[in-house]
């Protein structure tokens, strides 16, 4: 429990019969979390609701605070789900301002939003917030948008005389196709094993 403030006086003459004050030190601790848990994969695309959680103690707050909350790029706000006694201000998205007023009591007070991964989004998303006043300890967050390589295989054409089935000599072209909606992929590789009646055309030309 934090010291009060006290403020006292001593007369050298004569009596002092209400010569001091005391008035406790209001504390603000701020923290800011998501739905997913800070490091968690994402996928473009995800919803994410973000909290931010202000826990004022010893007292009404004296004075605004106010949260600047900065949605690093890749994600688009989306909207307030839970305002509690904050005031919130998104016009000027990616940043975005929450007000808790003065008098406010005592309590754990928050705030969620929404943001959504977006198209263009990085490897690392990073979300932060910055107070006005008190503390501020866990206030950023990120996570990873992992690679999501997906692939297919189809027949395209064929020079046979009856479609859809294999014939002796005819030539068959296959398309293989890779699709990442994730982050870059290194070092990614396909094998491609064909059935023993089957010649490569590749392998022909060794």
Same mark, same amino acid.
């Given at each position: ?10 007369? $050298? +003459? ?23 848990? =800070?490091?968690? #994969?994402?996928?473009?695309? =995800? ?8 826990? +004022? ?6 004075? =605004?605070?106010?949260?600047? $909350? ?5 994600? %688009?706000?989306?909207?307030?789900? #839970?305002?509690? &006694?904050?005031?919130? %201000?998104?016009? /000027? /998205? ?6 808790? &007023? ?6 754990? !007070? ?8 977006? %198209? ?6 990073? #979300?932060?917030?910055?107070? *006005? ?10 996570? !990873? ?29 296959? %398309? ?6 994730? *982050? ?12 023993? =009646? ?6 022909? !030309?060794?």
């Amino acid at each position: 429990r934090p010291t009060p403030l006290s403020n006292a006086v001593v007369a $050298d +003459v004569g009596e002092c019969g209400s010569c001091a004050t005391e008035n406790p030190l209001v504390r603000l601790n701020t923290t800011k979390r998501s739905d997913i848990g =800070d490091g968690a #994969n994402v996928q473009i695309g =995800d919803t994410l609701t973000y909290t931010l959680t202000t826990v +004022v103690a010893e007292g009404a707050t004296t004075q =605004d605070l106010i949260l600047t $909350d900065t949605l690093g790029t890749g994600l %688009e706000f989306g909207n307030i789900t #839970n305002s509690g &006694p904050f005031t919130a %201000e998104t016009g /000027a /998205a990616p940043e975005l301002s929450f007000t808790l &007023p003065a008098g406010t009591p005592a309590g754990s !007070h928050s705030i969620s939003y929404t943001a959504v991964v977006a %198209e263009n989004a990085p490897v690392r998303l990073s #979300n932060s917030v910055v107070a *006005s006043n008190g503390d501020c300890i866990s206030c950023s967050t990120e996570n !990873h948008i992992p690679p999501d390589v997906r692939i297919s295989k189809s027949l395209v054409s064929e020079d046979g005389a009856v479609p859809g089935l294999a014939e002796l000599g005819e030539t068959l072209i296959f %398309e293989i196709v890779l699709t990442n909606t994730g *982050s870059a992929a290194d070092g990614f590789s396909v094998r491609d094993v064909l059935d023993t =009646d089957l010649v490569s055309e590749l392998d022909r !030309h060794i």
